[in-house]
T-cell receptor, first 113, second 113 residues
Framework: EAQVTQNPRYLITVTGKKLTVTCSQN?????MSWYRQDPGLGLRQIYY???????DKGDVPEGYKVSRKEKRNFPLILESPSPNQTSLYFC????????????FGSGTRLTVV | GENVEQHPSTLSVQEGDSAVIKCTYS??????FPWYKQELGKRPQLIID?????GEKKDQRIAVTLNKTAKHFSLHITETQPEDSAVYFC????????????FGAGTRLFVKA
């Protein structure tokens, strides 16, 4: 089954404790993105990648890092999480540069206390 | 910066009526416009999209119209059903200059039986 798999689904952590949210897709897509979703703000793009070792900032990259060492994986790293990073996070992948056919993961609800 | 404005934020209709959601984008380089439906607790899913060389696209009960001159596009749902109740997001993507996607803030649609 074609899918984007995110882990974990839920995470509660403390301020300053480094964490990684994993994202993996099995569709051989070149394009992948991370979004955060907050009430009243829609989805905001954090980082995106257009291929292995090619990543770039989206609209809200501060406090986040990503890597793309393999085509299928695109982890999101929070080196020192803060409470304002409490949010619902989605990973997405697409075979098309326009984002057509964007497939989203199930989401990760992160709470930073 | 680039942004997408979406209206209304909440829409309540009677079953069988039509619903219209409107979006305006700022980046004239945008030429791909998807619409996503997100049911409670689930991931966004693409329901229809349109490219800038097309003025209208229809898929059963849903249609999207695009006015590139005015930089706005709309989602039309006819004969609404209770299962149409969800949050709908519009988005705009420039095909050039990376892989950025800008989402609207979302419209919560209630369809009353």
């Amino acid at each position: 089954e074609a899918q984007v798999t995110q882990n974990p689904r839920y995470l509660i952590t403390v301020t300053g404790k480094k964490l990684t949210v994993t994202c993996s897709q099995n569709m051989n897509h070149e394009y992948m993105s991370w979004y955060r979703q907050d009430p009243g703000l829609g989805l905001r793009q954090i980082y995106y990648s257009m291929n292995v070792e090619v990543t770039d900032k989206g609209d809200v990259p501060e406090g986040y890092k990503v890597s793309r060492k393999e085509k299928r994986n695109f982890p999101l790293i929070l080196e020192s999480p803060s409470p304002n990073q409490t949010s619902l996070y989605f990973c997405a992948s697409s075979s098309d540069r326009s984002g057509k056919g964007n497939t989203f993961g199930s989401g990760t609800r992160l709470t930073v206390v | 910066g680039e942004n997408v404005e979406q209206h209304p934020s909440t829409l309540s209709v009677q079953e069988g009526d039509s619903a219209v959601i409107k979006c305006t984008y700022s980046d004239s380089a945008s030429n791909y416009f998807p619409w996503y439906k997100q049911e409670l607790g689930k991931r966004p899913q693409l329901i229809i999209d349109i490219r800038s060389n097309v003025g209208e696209k229809k898929d059963q009960r849903i249609a999207v119209t695009l006015n590139k001159t005015a930089k706005h596009f709309s989602l039309h749902i006819t004969e609404t059903q209770p299962e149409d109740s969800a949050v709908y997001f519009c988005a705009a993507t420039p095909v050039t200059g990376g892989f950025k996607t800008i989402f609207g803030a979302g419209t919560r649609l209630f369809v009353k039986a």
